[in-house]
């Protein structure tokens, strides 16, 4: 367990950093914030200046065609300052976002849900990082601090999504479907966290009270929560707005996908080249993609929830339509959580060496298409798709350390023995 003054020492450090970078580079949000890498027409903070223009004229935001985000993000930005005269409150509280999520990051490892569950105990258990190691790779990853910056609105799902994973793994059924609803408010796609989420607080309370609770009605009890928190949270969104356009304007945009500004993900270059005729097919064809591997992943990986939680913003980052690097950060800092899985990893410099590459030649490639005009989209295009080249190995080479761990432990004779597939 990490000490008082290390968790103090480390969040003022990761504070400063952010309050430095924020006051001595004034340009620099704006600067960030229009990276295609970092925003998006859904995380926008620039668009979400847009929409709150309209709403504090009593504007309906979503009559332009520019404002894709929650109705809810609204009021809450509106009792800051105007960040374009007072950007002081607006950078402090982003930060304080930060801050929250690398304490819920601290959560989830100090819990030991990835080494020891209800199910399954990993051999290598003794292996891992301590909370406080992984909770500053978390802070001063470069995508987690550009994202600050930016002021990206993904910062916000990113803390209730890790909020939520923090309550399950430590048996909190309320926080947790509350965070779980907040989450899939915002992104929607977040809602596919819900069924191993819930398991693993399943296997928690199990833990707790030494008797399993009724596995039907304790799905159906919480699946109800879930379900009445959204209702909840839309319906205040009906009231703020006045109608229920804003459903279009936020979920429809993100399941039909209108906006094809690019972006680090596989979708819009797809799209931009598809044929009208085939345009809803493909649509429903990459969102079954995305849909289908949760639950497979949680049949098969049953034993190790959390794993499951965390493969799964992986396949996030790489296959939703809208992904940045903040969707990256997530993965990339929960990944350390599982330590004992690393030795077991066999293609890490490959997918690292692919995450770097990328990192600095996606910027160099998308100034050469758009502002040299000695590129073209596919300069770009090709960049993103080694970066989900690189997201994919780990999230696959992660897959084989979980399933070959697990191997071990049933098979001990097996142990460092090579396996094939036949």
Known sequence: ?????QKA???AAAAAVRLLLFT???SLPSLLAGRVEVSTPVTSFKRLQEGLFLYTRNVSPYDGGVYHQAPL???LFSLLPNPSYSPFATNVFYTMVDLLSAYALMQIANSGQATVTRLFTSSRKELRWSSVAIAAGFLFNPFTVATCIARSTSALTNLFILTAMAKASQGAT?????????ASYLAMHPVLLFPP???????????????????????????????????????????LTGSWDFLGATYGVRLLLPDLTPNVGLWWYFFTEMFD???????GVFWLHVASYMPGLTIRLRKQPLFVATTLTGIFAIFTPYPSIADAALYLSLVPVFRHLFPLMRYTFLASSSILYTSFLGPAFYHLWIYAGSGNAN??????????LGLSVIVGDSLYAALRDELDVERPELRGKEVKRI
Do not use: N
């Open 24 to 26: 001595a580079f004034p």
């Open 379 to 388: 300069f770009f295009y090709a960049i993103t798709l080694v970066w989900s």
């Open 9 to 11: 020492l480390l969040f």
């Open 277 to 283: 005729s085939f345009r809803e097919f493909f649509l």
């Open 73 to 75: 993000l609204l009021p």
């Open 174 to 182: 309320i926080t947790f479907v509350l965070s779980m609803a907040m």
């Open 197 to 239: 989420l819930l398991i693993l607080c399943y296997d928690v309370q199990s833990t707790k009270m030494k008797a399993s609770p009724h596995t039907f009605r304790f799905i159906a009890t919480h699946s109800r929560r879930l379900i009445i928190a959204l209702g909840a949270l839309l319906y205040l969104s009906k009231l």
């Open 1 to 5: 367990m990490a000490s008082e003054p």
